[in-house]
């Protein structure tokens, strides 16, 4: 099983929906999840870091968190074409430094 | 604050030659690590380093080098360049932030061996 898994993609949304990503995950001592966006060619970016069961807001981005069921989940609502990138999910362990990333998703926005 | 910076951006090695894939982040972090991306696949990590001098393996770290003699560098080294070795490289570097670690990428190095 691997470590981290992301929903098969590539996902696609018309604009101005809602656009969402499930990631789950295998150890159960897990304490932080990542999602990082990644345009084709360029390097992962940082978006949503959460630690805590339940959701955390920035912006158009939401990601929640089940520790029990061990899935995290990113809603981008309102989507808008330059969301259109590939989403990467990682995990760490407590006070572990290393993440374990998920192949990622891809997001389509279609205008 | 220029955050992680990579050189080169690009490179086409012949199969058997060596270089040297060069990072650097200004943001005073101790923890640094080196992935490769394969088309369509997540991250894998090759090495990682806690400190000046410590540096330790990570899932795939056949084929490479690192060494970390400053907080600042964290050069990866190809010794024989393989097909296999053939991805994108990315330099990462992260902090503490209180209850989890908060990576942060480089822009990456696109190898090709041929």
């Known amino acids: 099983q691997k470590e981290v898994e992301q929903n098969s993609g590539p996902l696609s949304v018309p604009e101005g929906a809602i656009a969402s990503l499930n990631c789950t995950y295998s150890d159960r001592g897990s304490q932080s999840f990542f999602w990082y966006r990644q345009y084709s060619g360029k390097s992962p970016e940082l978006i949503m870091s959460i630690y805590s069961n339940g959701d955390k807001e920035d912006g158009r981005f939401t990601a929640q968190l089940n520790k029990a069921s061990q899935y995290v989940s990113l809603l981008i609502r309102d989507s808008q074409p330059s969301d259109s990138a590939t989403y990467l999910c990682a995990v760490n362990l407590a006070e572990d430094y290393k993440l374990s990333f998920g192949a990622g998703t891809t997001v389509t926005v279609r205008a | 604050n220029a955050g992680v910076t990579q050189t080169p951006k690009f490179r086409i090695l012949k199969i058997g030659q060596s270089m040297t894939l060069q990072c650097t982040q200004d943001m005073n972090h101790n923890y640094m690590y080196w992935y490769r991306q394969d088309p369509g696949m997540g991250l894998k990590l090759i090495y990682y380093?806690?400190?000046?001098?410590?540096?330790d393996k990570g899932e795939v770290p056949n084929g490479y080098n690192v060494s970390r003699s400053t907080t600042e560098d964290f050069p990866l080294r190809l010794e024989l360049a393989a097909p296999s070795q053939t991805s994108v490289y990315f330099c990462?570097?992260?902090?503490?932030?209180?209850?989890?670690?908060?990576?942060?990428f480089g822009p990456g190095t696109r190898l090709t061996v041929t």
């Open positions: 990462a570097s992260s902090s503490y932030r209180g209850a989890y670690y908060e990576q942060y």
């Open positions: 380093s806690v400190g000046a001098g410590i540096t």
